[in-house]
């Protein structure tokens, strides 16, 4: 059974993006998408993903709030939330740390550091 991704970001070039490196090994993994923070709340309750990768900044609900609402829940806490923001720094690590998210990445980011984030989150051999 392949191993569930769901990419939540409001921007559909950054979602193709991150879809696109993580299919160059092959389409090991079932690859969901999300255009927005409440689509990405529903989603990731039907599909429980192993995990998230998701944007900070989107309309409406933000990534740090879908975060928050997930790992709140037993059904979903165990989904592995993966941040993707613009920001860096130890400001990003004490949000992510307050929300639940279990790690980030800055934006923009090299494919490789992702698919290597990735597979090791998953325990794959890259």
């Not at 160059?24 to 192993?50: C, T």
């Not at 993966?82 to 990445?105: A, H, I, N």
């Not at 923009?108 to 984030?117: A, I, R």
Request: charged fraction near 30%; charge should be negative.
């Amino acid at each position: 059974m392949k191993e569930k991704i769901l990419i939540a970001d409001d921007d559909g070039l950054m979602r193709m993006l991150i879809r696109t490196t993580l299919e160059a090994d092959g389409g090991q993994f079932d690859i969901y998408e999300a255009k927005n923070g409440a689509d990405a709340l529903e989603k990731a309750r039907l599909i429980k993903p192993q995990i998230l990768i998701l944007d900070v900044m989107m309309p409406g609900i933000t990534g740090y709030d879908v975060c928050k609402k997930l790992k709140d829940s037993p059904e979903t806490r165990g989904i592995y939330v993966l941040f993707l923001t613009c920001r860096g720094g130890e400001m990003s690590r004490k949000t992510v740390d307050l929300c639940g998210g279990d790690d980030f990445m800055v934006k923009p980011f090299q494919s490789g550091d992702l698919e290597e984030k990735v597979y090791k989150v998953l325990g794959l051999a890259a």
